[in-house]
């Protein structure tokens, strides 16, 4: 019996010391990929190595390895058993009443925050003038440097409308500024380099629900990567049947309509999970839309004043769309091989044995330090 207790404490304390080591190899490799705000993986394993390493099993230093591959997007995990796997936390407590389901991705590309997009129709026409639509890409401090927008979407039938965009006759057109800017004193395209090749409509002669808009690098001067942070632009595009039927094809109908944005982001180039919103009308003019005189506070930024002031018919809806954070997180797993302690002390034939642990660390954008977290979904699609 007590050879037996003294057996099944020696594989206790080296499991805490397993334990220990891959709790420090998860916070060091978190920390070092949240501080540079994602990419390559390839050196915060290494650093994750290495804490690892600065721990001791059985008096011997923990050795782990990379489980890197490259060409395995989105996060570079060779195989989803390796020491360490890399990938994002997402929270979801619809599903529960007390807590919130918390589950590790290794599927998903993590990043601590994205740009937020602000989608206007503002017009008392059908939409059609060039510079009806707006989309402006804000940038903020926390808006990673290598996030773009690959495409966004309006759909005017998602929310139960019945509108339908008219290409029967024009296509959308990107708006030239004429007579005036829509924002008096600022350009109605900002940041592209090649707007017209940049920002490419896909559509078809006819009347479909939906319009897609893809954005591209501009492959000739190398230096504009599309849609980034600050950008805006603005076009027209005409409709037809918006107001559920019982109003103008204005800007007022989409809002009425509940009309749906989708938005692609990617983080260096890779996509991630789409983002939608729904327009809603605006009634205030006032108290949203950018001042059209310096001495009235800004209220919204890049949401142009509408034509008209007259509250219910201002001709004017927006949506504003913030895509989801999914924090960095690495996880930590190791099977490591024990000796007996008996065999050691006495010369007897006993085990070896095998201990195995694993730890979870997320990084706090917020405070930029990780933490350790309990996960109660652990997914992982392989290579």
């Given at each position: 019996?007590?050879?037996?207790?003294?057996?099944?404490?020696?594989?206790?304390?080296?499991?805490?010391?397993?334990?220990?080591?891959?709790?420090?190899?998860?916070?060091?490799?978190?920390?070092?990929?949240?501080?540079?705000?994602?990419?390559?993986?390839?050196?915060?394993?290494?650093?994750?190595?290495?804490?690892?390493?600065?721990?001791?099993?059985?008096?011997?230093?923990?050795?782990?390895?990379?489980?890197?591959?490259?060409?395995?997007?989105?996060?570079?995990?060779?195989?989803?058993?390796?020491?360490?796997?890399?990938?994002?936390?997402?929270?979801?407590?619809?599903?529960?009443?007390?807590?919130?389901?918390?589950?590790?991705?290794?599927?998903?590309?993590?990043?601590?925050?994205?740009?937020?997009?602000?989608?206007d129709a503002t017009g008392q026409g059908n939409l059609g003038d060039d510079a009806a639509w707006g989309i402006a890409?804000?940038?903020?401090?926390?808006?990673?440097?290598?996030?773009?927008?690959?495409?966004?979407?309006?759909?005017?039938?998602?929310?139960?409308?019945?509108?339908?965009?008219?290409?029967?006759?024009?296509?959308?057109?990107?708006?030239?500024?004429?007579?005036?800017?829509?924002?008096?004193?600022?350009?109605?395209?900002?940041?592209?380099?090649?707007?017209?090749?940049?920002?490419?409509?896909?559509?078809?002669?006819?009347?479909?629900?939906?319009?897609?808009?893809?954005?591209?690098?501009?492959?000739?001067?190398?230096?504009?990567?599309?849609?980034?942070?600050?950008?805006?632009?603005?076009?027209?595009?005409?409709?037809?049947?918006?107001?559920?039927?019982?109003?103008?094809?204005?800007?007022?109908?989409?809002?009425?309509?509940?009309?749906?944005?989708?938005?692609v982001f990617a983080l260096g180039g890779v996509p991630l999970p789409p983002v939608s919103g729904t327009f809603f009308?605006?009634?205030?003019?006032?108290?949203?839309?950018?001042?059209?005189?310096?001495?009235?506070?800004?209220?919204i930024p890049d949401l142009p004043c509408p034509r008209s002031s007259a509250p219910n018919n201002n001709g004017q809806?927006?949506?504003?769309?913030?895509?989801?954070?999914?924090?960095?997180?690495?996880?930590?797993?190791?099977?490591?091989?024990?000796?007996?302690?008996?065999?050691?002390?006495?010369?007897?034939?006993?085990?070896?044995?095998?201990?195995?642990?694993?730890?979870?660390?997320?990084?706090?954008?917020?405070?930029?330090?990780?933490?350790?977290?309990?996960?109660?979904?652990?997914?992982?699609?392989?290579?």
């Amino acid at each position: 019996m007590l050879a037996f207790v003294v057996e099944i404490t020696h594989l206790w304390l080296t499991r805490v010391e397993l334990e220990n080591s891959l709790e420090a190899a998860a916070l060091a490799a978190v920390k070092e990929w949240g501080d540079a705000n994602g990419g390559s993986t390839w050196i915060p394993r290494q650093v994750g190595i290495d804490y690892a390493a600065a721990n001791t099993l059985d008096d011997e230093p923990v050795a782990i390895t990379a489980n890197y591959n490259p060409e395995n997007l989105p996060n570079e995990n060779d195989d989803c058993e390796g020491n360490l796997v890399f990938g994002a936390i997402t929270e979801d407590s619809t599903m529960y009443v007390f807590d919130e389901q918390v589950t590790f991705n290794a599927g998903v590309r993590p990043t601590c925050g994205l740009g937020n997009v602000l989608i206007d129709a503002t017009g008392q026409g059908n939409l059609g003038d060039d510079a009806a639509w707006g989309i402006a890409f804000r940038d903020t401090p926390e808006t990673p440097p290598n996030l773009t927008i690959l495409s966004v979407t309006i759909d005017l039938q998602a929310g139960g409308g019945n509108g339908r965009f008219d290409f029967s006759s024009f296509p959308p057109v990107l708006s030239d500024n004429l007579p005036e800017p829509m924002i008096p004193g600022r350009d109605d395209i900002v940041g592209f380099s090649d707007p017209h090749s940049q920002i490419v409509f896909s559509t078809t002669t006819g009347m479909p629900s939906s319009l897609t808009i893809f954005f591209l690098p501009d492959t000739s001067s190398g230096g504009d990567m599309g849609f980034e942070p600050g950008d805006r632009f603005r076009f027209g595009a005409f409709v037809d049947g918006v107001s559920k039927g019982t109003g103008g094809d204005d800007g007022d109908g989409i809002g009425q309509d509940d009309v749906v944005v989708t938005v692609v982001f990617a983080l260096g180039g890779v996509p991630l999970p789409p983002v939608s919103g729904t327009f809603f009308d605006n009634t205030e003019r006032s108290k949203d839309c950018y001042p059209e005189h310096p001495v009235h506070p800004t209220r919204i930024p890049d949401l142009p004043c509408p034509r008209s002031s007259a509250p219910n018919n201002n001709g004017q809806s927006y949506v504003g769309i913030a895509g989801a954070a999914r924090s960095y997180a690495v996880r930590a797993q190791a099977t490591s091989v024990v000796n007996s302690l008996l065999c050691r002390l006495c010369g007897v034939t006993f085990g070896p044995f095998s201990v195995s642990a694993k730890s979870t660390a997320v990084y706090d954008c917020a405070i930029r330090r990780p933490r350790l977290i309990r996960i109660d979904e652990f997914i992982c699609p392989g290579p």
